[in-house]
């Protein structure tokens, strides 16, 4: 089975006021770091990068461009599943940088032991919230992703509506990976403003220190 990531890196990131793709933890940009935690699960990495150019990505990853410009994150999906051809895609958001690659690993384990039964879509439902652009999706919600699309409906949830998914809590994937579930609730905190980023910096540096 061939499994592909996508990087979601065309916000305009207007409440963190600057580029959330570009900012940097430890000695690394967040895309870096997303980039290379799906590296390590997926057999080709794609950068959704919006219907802007990114220059200073363009020589180290595959960049895909949205066919609904300013369509959101539906878009840049598409834009990645269309590049793909791959039979799962694991979508992560550069809202959120502290997600691990063991933990997407199992979720996309899941994700395979549930194809029989239809599911189109793994997505985290963490402390009662739940983060559809951080999930694994099957590459037959193309079209479902298509109509949206075409009919301007951008928002996730309505897609989801249409789609067999399988939500998954923090409780399910401590027991699967072993990972403290305060530790998987911390992989998902989402960063739209600068008290995020100083947030989420500290919980990086301090992850360095105990390695």
Same mark, same amino acid.
């Given at each position: 089975m061939k499994i592909a990531g996508i990087v979601l890196a065309g916000g305009a990131s207007r409440r963190m006021g600057t580029d959330k793709a570009a900012l940097e933890l430890g000695s690394s940009s967040v895309l870096d770091i997303i980039a290379g935690e799906? $590296? $390590?699960i997926t057999t080709q990495v794609? @950068?959704?990068t919006g219907s802007v150019r990114r220059e200073e990505m363009a020589s180290k990853y595959i960049e895909v461009k949205d066919i609904y410009p300013g369509s959101g994150p539906l878009a840049g999906i598409q834009a990645g599943m269309l590049r793909g051809e791959a039979d799962l895609y694991v979508v992560v958001s550069c809202d959120i940088p502290l997600i691990r690659a063991e933990l997407l690993s199992a979720m996309v384990q899941v994700m395979e032991v549930s194809l029989d039964t239809g599911i189109q879509a793994l997505v985290p439902q963490i402390r009662d919230q739940i983060h559809p652009l951080a999930a694994v999706y099957h590459h037959s919600l193309i079209d479902t992703l298509e109509t949206q699309l075409r009919e301007d409906n951008r928002r996730?949830?309505?897609t989801l509506s249409k789609l067999s998914v399988r939500y998954v809590t923090e409780s399910e994937l401590e027991a699967i990976t072993g990972i403290p579930a305060a530790r @998987?609730?911390?992989m998902f905190i989402n960063m739209n403003e600068k008290e995020d980023y100083e947030r989420v910096k500290q919980i990086y540096g301090s992850r360095d220190q105990d390695q």
């Open positions: 799906l $590296s $390590s794609y @950068i959704a996730v949830r309505d @998987i609730e911390e």
